[in-house]
């Protein structure tokens, strides 16, 4: 069975421009996850869906960041425009649904650099 | 709120030796779910195991076990006979109920397995 699909695995940008990141949840997973990695730190969660519901975005910075679910598959998260902090590594995972305490199956994430 | 603590930020353990990789956690909530995670150089992080705060008994995958003490607030991961594939960063995660489902991290333990 496929895993979480990522991609690009890393983008160079310079500040001020936009980037798209691109997630495919394992098969059947019904809740995806953005997470962000920075430098020595674990991830932090950005937004979770619940097949094409935002469900948590409390933590996504709403005046550059968006995100998007359609048709409940698979996922995009952008920034516009990127600054020098946005760089780290974007991680997108998913479960089988959202309830209880719901193994999350991470893919490669995407190393973003911004100069 | 919760919260995962990781004080060891460098392991080093001998091929073929076992490694105890400590962490604790905060929560005032009863239920809860508490994960490790791998995550080699290629960024990826890789689910290991995992012990619900009701388990009787210590959780156990393979080489993996999960030194589970709740009046402690501890889930220690255990890795027996380690190989050099096991050189990667370590975190400890937990969800707790009502918590979104979102996965709390702690810093991290980098661990080197040496010939």
């Known amino acids: 069975e496929a895993g979480v699909v990522q991609s690009p695995r890393y983008k160079i940008i310079e500040k001020k421009q936009p980037v798209a990141f691109w997630c495919n949840p394992i098969?059947?997973?019904?809740?995806l996850y953005w997470y962000l990695q920075n430098l020595g730190q674990g991830p932090e969660l950005l937004i979770r869906?619940?097949?094409?519901?935002?469900?948590?975005d409390s933590q996504l910075p709403k005046d550059r960041f968006s995100a998007e679910r359609l048709k409940g598959v698979d996922s995009t998260l952008k920034i516009q425009p990127a600054e020098l902090g946005d760089s780290a590594v974007y991680l997108c995972?998913?479960?089988?649904?959202?309830?209880?305490?719901?193994?999350?199956?991470f893919g490669p994430g995407t190393r973003l650099t911004v100069l | 709120a919760q919260k995962i603590t990781q004080t060891q930020p460098g392991m080093f353990v001998q091929e073929k030796e076992a490694v105890t990789l400590d962490c604790t956690y905060d929560?005032?909530?009863?239920?809860?779910?508490l994960f490790w995670y791998k995550q080699p150089s290629s960024g990826e992080m890789i689910f290991l195991i995992y012990q619900g705060s009701y388990d009787q008994q210590n959780a156990t995958e393979g080489r993996y076990s999960l030194n589970f003490q709740k009046a402690r607030k501890s889930a220690n991961l255990v890795i027996s006979a380690s190989q050099l594939g096991d050189s990667a960063m370590y975190f400890c995660a937990m969800i707790v109920t009502g918590g979104g489902n979102k996965l709390t991290f702690g810093t991290g333990t980098q661990l080197k397995v040496e010939l």
């Open positions: 869906y619940e097949n094409e519901e935002a469900v948590d």
């Open positions: 995972a998913s479960s089988l649904d959202g309830t209880g305490f719901d193994t999350q199956y």
């Open positions: 929560t005032s909530d009863p239920s809860y779910g």
């Open positions: 098969s059947g997973h019904n809740t």
